[in-house]
C-alpha cells in the first residue's frame, strides 16, 4: 500500500517556486477570483501524472480522500487521478461481459461525486469529470441496467460552480459514444448560469458534438438562437466555416 504521507512528501520535495507563481496567475487564485486562495507547488501535469502512475492500484479510498482534502492544488488532482486509474483497471476488457467490475465502477462514481467539491478549478474538473463519472454513465450496472443519468441534473441544479461544471464536462464521454441528449439537456439548463467558466465548457461539449454530427450541432443552435451566452456561442462554433460563424453570431 502506498500512503498519501508518501505521495505528499515526494511532491513536495518537487516543488518549484517560479513555476507556483505562474500557475497561482493562470489559474485566477487572487482576491474575488474564482480560484482564489488555491495554493501551487509549481509541478507540471505530466509530472504529477507520472506519480500517480507509479502508485496506481496501490492506494486505497481512505488516502486518496487525505489527498483530495490537501490544500495543494497539485495534491488533490494526484488524487483525481488515482481515482481514473482505478476507474480504468475497473472497466470491461474486450472479451469480458460489460457488467464485469460493476460493482466496483460504481464504488469509485460514488466516492468522486461524494468528494466532487475538491475537483475546486476547471483543470480538476477536466482531467477528471469524464474519465470517472462519465465511464461509470456509459457501462452498466451489475443487474445489466444503465446508470441514471439524473446524477447530471442534480450536478448541474448544485449551488456550486465546480459540481455543475462536472455535470456538463462529463458529458464528453457521452458524447464520444455519439450520444447527445444529455448533453443538450444539461447545457440547456445551465442557459442563464452567470459564470464565464460554465459559458466555455457548455460551448465546449457543443463544439465536441459539431466534431461528430455539425447537424445536431446546427439543430441545437438554431432552437436556442439569441439564448445561448455569447462565449458559448463562439464556441460551440469555432469550428464552422467563416461565413457560417458569421452568420450564427448575428442571429
Request: with cysteine.
Amino acid at each position: 500500500m502506498t500512503t498519501a504521507e508518501e505521495i505528499i512528501s515526494v511532491m513536495t520535495e518537487m516543488k518549484d517556486e517560479n513555476q507556483s507563481k505562474i500557475l497561482s496567475r493562470f489559474f485566477k487564485t487572487g482576491p474575488g477570483e474564482y480560484g482564489e486562495g488555491d495554493m501551487f507547488l509549481g509541478l507540471k501535469v505530466p509530472q504529477t501524472r507520472s506519480i500517480a502512475k507509479e502508485a496506481r492500484h496501490e492506494v486505497p479510498f481512505p488516502e486518496i480522500e487525505k489527498l483530495l482534502q490537501s490544500r495543494w492544488h497539485e495534491i488533490r488532482l494526484c488524487g483525481f487521478l488515482l481515482l481514473v486509474e482505478e476507474m480504468k483497471k475497473a472497466l470491461p476488457r474486450r472479451n469480458e461481459p460489460p457488467t464485469t467490475h460493476a460493482g466496483r465502477r460504481a464504488e469509485i462514481a460514488d466516492f468522486y461525486i461524494r468528494h466532487a467539491r475538491y475537483a475546486d478549478n476547471w483543470d480538476l474538473v477536466d482531467l477528471s469529470a469524464p474519465y470517472i463519472l462519465g465511464e461509470w454513465l456509459i457501462h452498466p450496472l451489475a443487474d445489466a441496467s444503465m446508470p441514471s443519468r439524473d446524477i447530471l441534473d442534480r450536478l448541474a441544479m448544485s449551488d456550486n460552480l465546480w459540481e455543475q461544471r462536472i455535470s456538463v464536462v462529463t458529458t464528453l464521454r457521452l458524447i464520444r459514444d455519439n450520444q447527445f441528449a444529455d448533453t443538450e439537456r444539461i447545457v440547456t439548463r445551465l442557459l442563464s448560469h452567470p459564470h464565464d467558466l460554465i459559458h466555455k465548457a457548455c460551448g465546449w461539449m457543443l463544439r465536441e458534438i459539431g466534431k461528430r454530427d455539425i447537424e445536431t450541432l446546427r439543430s441545437y443552435l438554431d432552437r436556442h438562437a439569441g439564448k445561448l451566452p455569447r462565449t458559448t456561442l463562439r464556441y460551440a462554433i469555432e469550428r464552422m466555416n467563416p461565413e457560417e460563424r458569421q452568420y450564427r453570431m448575428r442571429k
